[in-house]
C-alpha cells in the first residue's frame, strides 16, 4: 500500500517519500499489486491528480495498481480506470449513502475491475472521517454489495487502522461468508497476522504501516503467504 500527501509517500522510511519510487521498489521485490490512495483527496485537504495519473499511466512492467481513498462517484471511478488502474475501490461513505452506486458501476464496468469499500467498527458501517458508526450493518452492506454483482470487497475496522494491532479477521471472515473476496485492511503488524488472514481463507491483506516501517519485509511476506 502507498499513500501519497502533498505530493510525497507517506510512512515511507523502507522505501523513500518519492511515491513513484517506493512503488518501482516494491514492483521490483516482487509486488504483483499496489494500492495507492490520494490522502489528500480523500480528505477533502487538495489533490495530488497529476501525480496519481502519471503513476497509473507509466506502471512498472507486471504491476498492477489499485486505487481506493474515499472514491465518492462514478465520474472518479471512470476516471481512475481510464487513466489505468486496474481496479477502483469505491469509497463506503457512497456506498452506504447511494443503494444504487454499485450496481451501475458494475453494470458499466464489470466486477473484475471494481471492488466495495466496507469501513466499520462493531459491525456497524463507519465511513473513514465520520465520528460515530452509521445505523447499517456492514453484513448488510456486504450483501448490498453482493446482489449488485460485485465480487472484491476491502474490509477495514477503523480503529485499527494504522494502528498495528492486528486486523478483524473475524469481521472479513463474516463478510467472505457472504459469497464475497475479501481483503482484510487496517492492523497488520506482523507476519502472523498475514498468515492467520491466509489460514481464514481470505482473499488477501493491505499492508501499510508494518511494511513501509520495517518490521517485516515484502519478500518475508509474500514468502509466507505463498
Known sequence: MTHVRSGNAVTTSVYG????GAIEQLAALGARWVHLVDLDQAFGTGSNRELVRDILAHPPER??????GAVRGEDAVREFLEWGAARVVI?????????ELAPRLVHRHGPARLAGAVDATDGRVTPRGRPVATKLEMTALGVRLRD?????????????DGA????????????????????????????????AI????LDGALVGRALHEGRFTLTEALACVA
Open 17 to 20: 517519500h518519492d511515491p513513484r
Open 164 to 195: 498495528l494491532r492486528g486486523p478483524d479477521i473475524a469481521g472479513a471472515v463474516a463478510l467472505a461468508a457472504l459469497g464475497l473476496d475479501v481483503v482484510a485492511s487496517g492492523g497488520v503488524a506482523s507476519l502472523a497476522d498475514l498468515q
Open 91 to 99: 469509497g463506503c461513505a457512497s456506498l452506504a449513502e447511494y443503494p
Open 148 to 160: 449488485a454483482g460485485c465480487v472484491h470487497v476491502i474490509y477495514t475496522d477503523v480503529r485499527r
Open 198 to 201: 491466509r489460514a481464514a481463507g
Open 63 to 68: 504491476l498492477a495498481i489499485q486505487v481506493g
